[in-house]
């Protein structure tokens, strides 16, 4: 990785549909040198996928929860994503350090969509119980490394 890799990086995390033209620009290369490293980056995994960001107001998902996720055993993280993994409404998932086994991220219609939601998280073996955080306003959102 050098700084022509990030600097590409830095460009299609801006926009994950700019040109080869742009990228290149952006990296200081002409478009098919930037088409090389792009596939190069995504070919060794250091780009693992393009997205689309999508306000969640567009979706009418209006309600956002963070949830912290407290398991009975000692499930490892595979079992633990398995377990999520057919909750669409489970954002994002992560294992963290502290009392709370995960964090999620949730996204619903509104609170009688989250509360079933939430519902379904506890339903689903090895989660015993969950403590939930409601989101009230959006601060900051950046584009992640």
């Excluded at 990030?6 to 990296?27: F, H, S």
């Excluded at 290369?29 to 306000?55: C, E, M, N, P, Q």
């Excluded at 994503?81 to 669409?88: E, H, N, S, T």
């Amino acid at each position: 990785m050098d700084t022509i890799d990030e600097a590409i990086i830095q460009c299609v995390l801006r926009n994950a549909r700019a040109t080869y033209a742009e990228i290149g620009k952006a990296a200081g290369l002409s478009a098919s040198a930037a088409k090389r490293r792009l596939d190069r980056l995504v070919a060794t995994g250091a780009i693992r996928g393009f997205t689309a960001i999508v306000d969640p107001q567009a979706l009418a998902w209006h309600t956002e929860a963070f949830v912290e996720v407290y398991c009975s055993g000692n499930p490892t993280p595979a079992e633990l994503r398995r377990a999520l993994d057919g909750i669409p409404e489970v954002v994002e998932a992560c294992t963290v350090s502290g009392a709370a086994d995960a964090m999620i991220y949730l996204l619903a219609r509104d609170i009688p969509h989250l509360e079933q939601a939430i519902q379904r998280v506890r339903a689903t073996a090895p989660i015993e119980r969950t403590e939930s955080a409601i989101v009230l306003s959006r601060l900051l959102s950046r584009p992640r490394l």
